[in-house]
Each structure stands twice: as C-alpha cells, then as structure tokens.
C-alpha cells in the first residue's frame, strides 16, 4: 500500500492511498478539492473511494466534487448518513471491507464527534485516526463524552505497538509544550522534541507516529502515569478523572 500525505487548509491532512496489486485509489477525509485533485492528478489520475473519518467540514469538504470528477464511491459511519455529504456506503462498527485487495476494519470510536470511526489495517499496521488521537494529543469531545473519548482513545492504545498512526491535522508541536507541561520528568518526551524540530525545520509532516511512541509520550495516554499525576495535584484520582481534567486544561492550552 502506498499512503501519500496531502496538506490541506491550515493544518489539516487528507490521505491517498492505492492498493498495488488492483491500482484501486482511495482517499481518506479529502478537506478540499483543490489539493487532493492536483495530488490525485500527479499520481494515479483516478479515484474509487473516498473514506470519511467523522462529518466535520475539513474532512468532507471535497466529497462532493471528487465524487463528481471521478465517479467514487463514498463511505462512512452509518449513524451520520444524514451529515456526510453524498455518502453512498454505510459502515458499522467492526465491519470488515475492502480497498481492492487491501483490507480494512472499522473501529468505532465516538467522543470528538457522536459518528466518529478510525480506518484500521491490521496487515499493514496502519491506522487512520481523524480527529481522535493525534500525535502527543486527542481531539477536543463536541459531541460525545467523557467517557466515551477515553474509552475510544484506549481501544486505538490496544492496537499493536509497531501500528503507524495517521490523524487528521498537524498540531503536534503545540500538543508538545502541553505534554512537557504535566509530563516534565518524561525523557521520551525529550527525544521526541528533537525528533519535532528536525522534522519541523524540514518543512515536513510529523505524521505518522506509532501506537508505541503514543503510550509513550501522548499525555492523554499516560493518565496513569505518577508524574502527571502529581503535576495535576490529583493523586488519587481514578484513570477517568485525570483524563478529564487534562482535556479541560488542553482547551485553554
Ligand atoms: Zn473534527
Ligand atoms: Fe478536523
């Protein structure tokens, strides 16, 4: 499987890939047309999928005229067939499909948004993450819980360590200072901050991660971890409570 990276918008990322073996083309949350098109264009000059995370606008916002342009067929959660624009496949959770002959499992992941799923390739070890986790951060929770968030987030940190991880924007140096904040004794942090700024000062993506680096460095990951506990002044707090509290800090990060 080839996965090439295309930034769209401010900071978001929008990614295409092809399965080799049946050059079957899918893109996974398109923001806009006009990059994915060039990017579309350069590569493969065709399109048979597109792949929706969750309905928010900067990861459908080229749904309708790349269905157009190209003829193809649009997936997503069954829950936001009314929010996803021009949806044609309905997905439930754990559903197994197929990117020619690629194959692809659907995990259902709510909390950021209440149709929110993230695209897994077990043989591959790659997952797409949309606005769920994100290197060193979560998605905000808009439409969900709590709970959910952090039970989703701990379905992602089960998948195998090598598993690279794909999410939905660039926003890892601002989740950086927030892990440094209430990780400070954390030294995978440190290793991965110099790993940041020579990625950064190469003008290139710091996507993907790994579900290992994740546990590693993620705060949002570590609730568990004594440091941030303690950098929270919340000792005794259950697993739940320090993940709330650190996503209600991040908000006013
Ligand atoms: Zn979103
Ligand atoms: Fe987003």
Same mark, same amino acid.
């Given at each position: 499987?080839?996965?090439? =990276?295309? @930034?769209?918008?401010?900071?978001?990322?929008?990614?295409?890939?092809?399965?080799?073996?049946?050059?079957?083309?899918?893109?996974?949350?398109?923001?806009?047309?006009?990059?994915?098109?060039?990017?579309?264009?350069?590569?493969?000059?065709?399109?048979?999928? /597109?792949?929706?995370? $969750?309905? $928010?606008?900067?990861?459908?916002?080229?749904?309708?005229?790349?269905?157009?342009?190209?003829?193809?067929? =649009?997936?997503?959660?069954?829950?936001?067939?009314?929010?996803?624009?021009?949806?044609?496949?309905?997905?439930?959770?754990?559903?197994?499909?197929?990117?020619?002959?690629?194959?692809?499992?659907?995990? *259902? =992941? @709510?909390? $950021?948004?209440?149709? $929110?799923?993230? &695209?897994?390739?077990?043989?591959?070890?790659?997952?797409?993450?949309?606005?769920?986790? &994100?290197?060193?951060?979560?998605?905000?929770?808009?439409?969900?819980? #709590?709970?959910?968030? *952090?039970?989703?987030?701990?379905?992602?940190?089960?998948?195998?360590?090598?598993?690279?991880?794909?999410?939905?924007?660039? #926003?890892?140096?601002?989740?950086?200072?927030?892990? =440094?904040?209430?990780? @400070?004794?954390?030294?995978?942090?440190? #290793?991965?901050?110099?790993?940041?700024?020579?990625?950064?000062?190469?003008?290139? @993506?710091?996507?993907?991660?790994?579900?290992?680096?994740?546990?590693?460095?993620? /705060?949002?990951?570590?609730?568990?971890?004594?440091?941030?506990?303690?950098?929270?002044?919340?000792?005794?707090?259950?697993?739940?409570?320090?993940?709330?509290?650190?996503?209600?800090?991040?908000?006013?990060?």
């Amino acid at each position: 499987m080839d996965i090439e =990276i295309i @930034p769209c918008l401010n900071d978001n990322y929008s990614y295409l890939l092809k399965d080799n073996q049946t050059d079957t083309v899918a893109i996974i949350d398109p923001s806009e047309f006009g990059p994915c098109d060039k990017k579309i264009n350069q590569k493969y000059k065709k399109l048979d999928l /597109i792949l929706n995370t $969750h309905h $928010h606008f900067d990861h459908v916002g080229g749904n309708a005229e790349l269905k157009k342009k190209y003829g193809a067929k =649009i997936l997503g959660f069954e829950n936001d067939k009314k929010r996803i624009p021009e949806i044609d496949t309905l997905l439930k959770d754990g559903q197994e499909f197929k990117i020619g002959n690629l194959n692809v499992k659907t995990i *259902f =992941i @709510p909390g $950021h948004t209440s149709g $929110h799923i993230a &695209f897994y390739f077990e043989k591959e070890k790659v997952v797409f993450t949309g606005d769920t986790l &994100f290197s060193l951060g979560c998605g905000r929770v808009f439409e969900g819980t #709590y709970q959910q968030m *952090f039970e989703s987030l701990n379905k992602i940190k089960s998948l195998p360590g090598d598993t690279k991880i794909y999410c939905g924007h660039e #926003y890892t140096k601002n989740n950086l200072g927030f892990c =440094i904040k209430f990780n @400070p004794n954390n030294k995978y942090l440190k #290793y991965k901050e110099k790993m940041l700024e020579a990625k950064i000062k190469d003008g290139k @993506p710091t996507i993907p991660s790994t579900i290992k680096e994740e546990i590693q460095t993620n /705060i949002f990951l570590r609730y568990n971890d004594v440091d941030v506990k303690d950098a929270l002044n919340l000792k005794n707090a259950s697993d739940l409570e320090i993940f709330t509290k650190l996503r209600d800090l991040k908000d006013n990060f």
